[in-house]
Protein backbone atom coordinates (compact mmCIF):
# COMPACT_ATOMS: atom_id res chain seq x y z
CA UNK A 1 0.00 0.00 0.00
CA UNK A 2 1.11 3.61 0.11
CA UNK A 3 2.10 3.83 -3.24
CA UNK A 4 3.12 7.08 -5.04
CA UNK A 5 3.50 7.95 -8.85
CA UNK A 6 5.84 10.58 -10.07
CA UNK A 7 5.75 10.80 -14.12
CA UNK A 8 8.16 11.34 -15.78
CA UNK A 9 10.84 9.69 -14.43
CA UNK A 10 13.62 11.35 -16.53
CA UNK A 11 13.21 14.50 -18.86
CA UNK A 12 15.77 16.62 -20.71
CA UNK A 13 14.96 19.77 -22.61
CA UNK A 14 16.06 22.78 -24.44
CA UNK A 15 16.38 25.84 -22.23
CA UNK A 16 13.41 28.36 -21.57
CA UNK A 17 10.86 25.45 -21.43
CA UNK A 18 8.07 24.35 -19.03
CA UNK A 19 8.66 21.21 -17.60
CA UNK A 20 5.30 19.92 -15.36
CA UNK A 21 6.19 16.76 -12.96
CA UNK A 22 2.95 14.48 -11.76
CA UNK A 23 2.41 12.94 -8.51
CA UNK A 24 -0.47 10.87 -7.74
CA UNK A 25 -1.14 8.94 -4.61
CA UNK A 26 -2.55 5.78 -6.06
CA UNK A 27 -4.05 4.22 -3.43
CA UNK A 28 -4.63 6.49 -0.72
CA UNK A 29 -5.66 10.31 -0.43
CA UNK A 30 -2.90 12.20 0.17
CA UNK A 31 -3.60 15.73 2.29
CA UNK A 32 -0.63 16.78 2.18
CA UNK A 33 2.18 16.67 -0.60
CA UNK A 34 5.77 17.80 -0.55
CA UNK A 35 8.09 18.66 -3.35
CA UNK A 36 11.61 18.46 -2.78
CA UNK A 37 14.87 18.66 -5.07
CA UNK A 38 18.21 17.00 -4.42
CA UNK A 39 21.54 17.76 -5.55
CA UNK A 40 24.34 15.29 -6.15
CA UNK A 41 25.32 13.58 -3.30
CA UNK A 42 23.62 15.79 -0.90
CA UNK A 43 19.77 15.74 1.04
CA UNK A 44 16.80 16.53 0.41
CA UNK A 45 15.88 19.85 0.31
CA UNK A 46 12.46 20.87 0.95
CA UNK A 47 11.56 23.30 -1.78
CA UNK A 48 7.36 23.38 -0.96
CA UNK A 49 4.62 21.79 1.09
CA UNK A 50 0.96 21.79 -0.71
CA UNK A 51 -2.16 21.25 0.58
CA UNK A 52 -5.21 20.00 -1.44
CA UNK A 53 -7.59 23.04 -2.52
CA UNK A 54 -5.26 25.23 -1.13
CA UNK A 55 -1.72 27.50 -2.19
CA UNK A 56 1.63 25.66 -1.43
CA UNK A 57 3.70 26.65 1.08
CA UNK A 58 7.15 27.54 0.01
CA UNK A 59 10.35 27.25 1.45
CA UNK A 60 12.78 30.10 2.06
CA UNK A 61 14.73 30.80 -0.80
CA UNK A 62 12.33 28.83 -3.28
CA UNK A 63 10.95 31.09 -6.18
CA UNK A 64 7.46 30.75 -6.23
CA UNK A 65 6.87 31.90 -10.06
CA UNK A 66 9.47 29.58 -11.32
CA UNK A 67 8.30 26.66 -9.53
CA UNK A 68 4.30 26.54 -9.86
CA UNK A 69 2.93 23.94 -7.16
CA UNK A 70 -0.97 22.59 -8.06
CA UNK A 71 -2.57 19.86 -5.64
CA UNK A 72 -6.28 20.11 -7.06
CA UNK A 73 -6.83 16.73 -5.39
CA UNK A 74 -6.38 14.71 -3.01
CA UNK A 75 -4.52 12.20 -5.45
CA UNK A 76 -2.48 14.80 -7.53
CA UNK A 77 -0.16 17.61 -7.37
CA UNK A 78 1.83 18.67 -9.84
CA UNK A 79 4.92 20.93 -10.29
CA UNK A 80 5.79 23.36 -13.00
CA UNK A 81 8.92 23.91 -13.46
CA UNK A 82 8.62 27.31 -15.75
CA UNK A 83 11.29 28.53 -18.25
CA UNK A 84 13.63 26.04 -17.10
CA UNK A 85 17.57 26.85 -17.00
CA UNK A 86 20.57 24.77 -16.70
CA UNK A 87 20.78 25.79 -13.22
CA UNK A 88 17.58 24.21 -12.57
CA UNK A 89 18.59 20.90 -13.43
CA UNK A 90 18.32 18.38 -10.48
CA UNK A 91 16.61 15.28 -8.95
CA UNK A 92 12.68 16.21 -7.96
CA UNK A 93 11.18 14.07 -5.46
CA UNK A 94 7.55 14.16 -4.28
CA UNK A 95 5.76 12.44 -1.42
CA UNK A 96 2.40 12.56 -0.20
CA UNK A 97 1.39 12.19 3.39
CA UNK A 98 -2.36 11.07 4.58
CA UNK A 99 -2.72 13.21 7.76
CA UNK A 100 -1.29 16.73 8.59
CA UNK A 101 0.86 14.99 11.93
CA UNK A 102 4.20 13.75 12.49
CA UNK A 103 3.49 10.65 12.93
CA UNK A 104 2.09 9.90 9.62
CA UNK A 105 5.42 8.96 6.92
CA UNK A 106 5.57 10.67 4.03
CA UNK A 107 5.58 8.18 1.08
CA UNK A 108 7.95 8.87 -1.83
CA UNK A 109 7.42 8.80 -4.91
CA UNK A 110 10.70 7.89 -7.59
CA UNK A 111 11.61 10.96 -8.68
CA UNK A 112 12.19 13.00 -11.91
CA UNK A 113 15.57 13.69 -13.17
CA UNK A 114 15.65 16.86 -15.16
CA UNK A 115 18.28 17.84 -17.19
CA UNK A 116 18.23 21.27 -19.23
CA UNK A 117 20.52 21.75 -22.01
CA UNK B 1 14.12 24.75 15.27
CA UNK B 2 15.25 20.71 14.72
CA UNK B 3 18.24 19.30 13.22
CA UNK B 4 19.88 15.80 11.71
CA UNK B 5 23.35 14.68 12.08
CA UNK B 6 24.57 11.58 10.41
CA UNK B 7 28.03 11.25 11.29
CA UNK B 8 29.55 8.96 8.61
CA UNK B 9 28.79 9.90 4.70
CA UNK B 10 30.01 6.76 3.73
CA UNK B 11 30.38 3.60 5.27
CA UNK B 12 32.04 0.31 3.27
CA UNK B 13 31.59 -2.97 5.00
CA UNK B 14 31.87 -6.78 3.84
CA UNK B 15 28.62 -8.96 3.05
CA UNK B 16 28.12 -10.73 5.30
CA UNK B 17 29.06 -8.40 8.39
CA UNK B 18 26.82 -6.17 11.07
CA UNK B 19 26.55 -2.63 10.06
CA UNK B 20 25.61 0.49 12.47
CA UNK B 21 24.61 3.66 10.56
CA UNK B 22 24.72 6.61 13.13
CA UNK B 23 22.09 9.22 13.85
CA UNK B 24 21.55 11.80 16.27
CA UNK B 25 19.16 14.64 16.29
CA UNK B 26 18.66 18.14 18.30
CA UNK B 27 15.52 19.59 19.01
CA UNK B 28 13.90 21.00 22.06
CA UNK B 29 10.58 19.32 21.46
CA UNK B 30 9.70 16.14 21.12
CA UNK B 31 10.27 14.45 17.84
CA UNK B 32 8.73 11.52 15.26
CA UNK B 33 12.08 10.02 13.82
CA UNK B 34 12.54 7.82 10.84
CA UNK B 35 14.62 6.06 8.58
CA UNK B 36 14.39 5.90 4.85
CA UNK B 37 16.45 4.33 2.46
CA UNK B 38 17.11 5.58 -1.44
CA UNK B 39 18.44 3.62 -4.00
CA UNK B 40 20.23 4.74 -7.48
CA UNK B 41 17.85 7.07 -9.76
CA UNK B 42 15.22 6.49 -6.74
CA UNK B 43 12.54 8.02 -4.33
CA UNK B 44 12.94 7.11 -0.61
CA UNK B 45 11.27 3.83 1.15
CA UNK B 46 10.53 3.92 4.41
CA UNK B 47 12.52 1.55 6.44
CA UNK B 48 11.39 2.43 10.04
CA UNK B 49 10.17 4.77 12.23
CA UNK B 50 10.01 5.48 15.72
CA UNK B 51 6.64 7.28 17.17
CA UNK B 52 6.45 6.08 21.08
CA UNK B 53 6.48 3.07 22.88
CA UNK B 54 9.10 0.87 22.91
CA UNK B 55 12.72 2.28 22.08
CA UNK B 56 13.87 -0.83 19.84
CA UNK B 57 11.94 -0.36 16.36
CA UNK B 58 12.38 -3.28 13.76
CA UNK B 59 11.88 -2.11 10.25
CA UNK B 60 12.04 -3.84 6.88
CA UNK B 61 14.63 -5.95 4.96
CA UNK B 62 16.13 -7.16 8.50
CA UNK B 63 16.89 -3.30 9.68
CA UNK B 64 16.82 -2.12 13.17
CA UNK B 65 16.85 0.61 15.13
CA UNK B 66 16.98 1.88 18.97
CA UNK B 67 15.64 5.49 20.12
CA UNK B 68 17.95 6.77 22.92
CA UNK B 69 16.55 10.17 24.83
CA UNK B 70 19.59 10.94 26.61
CA UNK B 71 21.92 10.63 24.15
CA UNK B 72 19.72 11.57 21.49
CA UNK B 73 20.23 9.03 19.15
CA UNK B 74 18.24 6.61 16.78
CA UNK B 75 21.06 4.38 14.92
CA UNK B 76 19.97 1.86 12.48
CA UNK B 77 21.57 -1.95 12.67
CA UNK B 78 21.66 -5.32 10.07
CA UNK B 79 23.16 -7.70 11.85
CA UNK B 80 24.30 -9.04 8.45
CA UNK B 81 24.40 -7.05 5.19
CA UNK B 82 23.76 -8.06 1.82
CA UNK B 83 24.70 -6.56 -1.25
CA UNK B 84 21.38 -5.71 -2.13
CA UNK B 85 21.60 -2.96 1.08
CA UNK B 86 24.16 -0.89 -0.96
CA UNK B 87 22.20 2.09 -0.91
CA UNK B 88 21.79 5.84 0.50
CA UNK B 89 20.10 5.91 3.95
CA UNK B 90 18.22 8.83 5.59
CA UNK B 91 17.88 9.63 8.79
CA UNK B 92 14.77 12.38 9.39
CA UNK B 93 12.27 14.05 12.02
CA UNK B 94 9.85 15.38 12.41
CA UNK B 95 7.66 17.25 15.27
CA UNK B 96 4.99 15.77 17.38
CA UNK B 97 2.31 18.60 17.02
CA UNK B 98 -0.16 18.95 15.32
CA UNK B 99 0.07 20.66 11.56
CA UNK B 100 3.94 19.45 12.30
CA UNK B 101 4.54 17.20 10.05
CA UNK B 102 7.69 18.70 7.58
CA UNK B 103 10.36 16.11 7.55
CA UNK B 104 13.96 17.21 8.66
CA UNK B 105 16.92 14.84 6.93
CA UNK B 106 20.12 14.36 7.36
CA UNK B 107 22.63 14.33 5.08
CA UNK B 108 22.65 10.86 4.32
CA UNK B 109 25.17 8.27 4.49
CA UNK B 110 26.12 5.72 1.31
CA UNK B 111 26.22 2.20 2.45
CA UNK B 112 29.03 0.16 0.26
CA UNK B 113 28.85 -3.85 0.63
CA UNK B 114 31.68 -5.18 -0.64
CA UNK B 115 31.40 -8.49 -1.85
Known amino acids: GAVVSQHPSWVICKSGTSVKIECRSL??????MFWYRQFPKQSLMLMATSNEGSKATYEQGVEKDKFLINHASLTLSTLTVTSAHPEDSSFYIC?????????????FGDGTRLSIL | AQSVTQLDSQVPVFEEAPVELRCNYSSSVSVYLFWYVQYPNQGLQLLLK??????LVKGINGFEAEFNKSQTSFHLRKPSVHISDTAEYFC?????????????FGKGTKLSVIP
Open chain 1, 95 to 107: SASVGGVGDQPQH
Open chain 2, 92 to 104: AVSLTGAGSYQLT
Open chain 2, 50 to 55: YLSGST
Open chain 1, 27 to 32: DFQATT
